[in-house]
């Protein structure tokens, strides 16, 4: 089956540091890789997405980039705000229509500090 | 524009009774689909629904069950609550089907069993 496994948190860090989120995943088939965001008392926000291999996503000056060798998507960003306080989570879809819906990992709870 | 709305925004049922969720898309959006977030996990896939008709669905019970109309809007459906149906419910929309199509997130309903 189709499974995204990402890094415990809560993960603290102060302001202005560098931020890296990883992101590994299972899939049946060539899937489709997101990074979603919730900020408190929100819903979900997609924050970037990668459709095929060595795809980079961005915005917001987040990044991420499809690895297929290494099934992986990691999020990183070079110097984060108390603004980015929040859970992100990953996620995958496969196919087309996503008929199976998005996949998600457990979430990572992103705490900065100023 | 309108998002993805949600009603209720909580409510708290009995063991065993059965509860109504509605959810509208956004505008011009003809796919929906539910998600069930259990507190401190991410969203697991319920439902997907495309032009009126099921398209996917997750691995959960019979007691599950969901519709979309003319409009496009969404309900979901329990019946036979049970404690462990306590969670966040999110419904999403999209515009088409295709891969990596984004999906839009509503705010989510509480719900509570006793």
């Known amino acids: 089956g189709n499974s995204v496994t990402q890094m415990e948190g809560p993960v603290t860090l102060s302001e202005e540091a560098f931020l890296t989120i990883n992101c590994t995943y299972t899939a049946t088939g060539y899937p489709s890789l997101f990074w979603y965001v919730q900020y408190p008392g929100e819903g979900l926000q997609l924050l970037l997405k990668a459709t095929k291999a060595d795809d980079k996503g961005s915005n917001k000056g987040f990044e991420a980039t499809y690895r297929k060798e290494t099934t992986s998507f990691h999020l990183e960003k070079g110097s984060v705000q108390v603004s980015d306080s929040a859970v992100y989570f990953c996620a995958l879809s496969v196919g087309g229509g996503g008929a199976d819906g998005l996949t998600f990992g457990k979430g990572t709870h992103l705490i900065i500090q100023p | 524009d309108a998002g993805v709305t949600q009603s209720p925004t909580h409510l708290i049922k009995t063991r065993g009774q059965h509860v109504t969720l509605r959810c509208s898309p956004i505008s011009g959006h003809k796919s929906v689909s539910w998600y069930q977030q259990v507190l401190g996990q991410g969203p697991q896939f319920i439902f997907q629904?495309?032009?009126?008709?099921?398209?996917g669905r997750g691995n959960f019970p019979d007691r599950f069950s969901a519709r979309q109309f003319p409009n496009y809007s969404s309900e979901l459906n329990v019946n036979a609550l049970l404690l462990g149906d306590s969670a966040l419910y999110l419904c999403?929309?999209?515009?088409?089907?295709?891969?990596?199509?984004?999906?839009?997130f509503g705010q989510g309903t509480r719900l509570t069993v006793v």
């Open positions: 629904y495309y032009e009126k008709e099921e398209r």
């Open positions: 999403a929309s999209s515009l088409v089907r295709g891969i990596g199509t984004e999906a839009f």
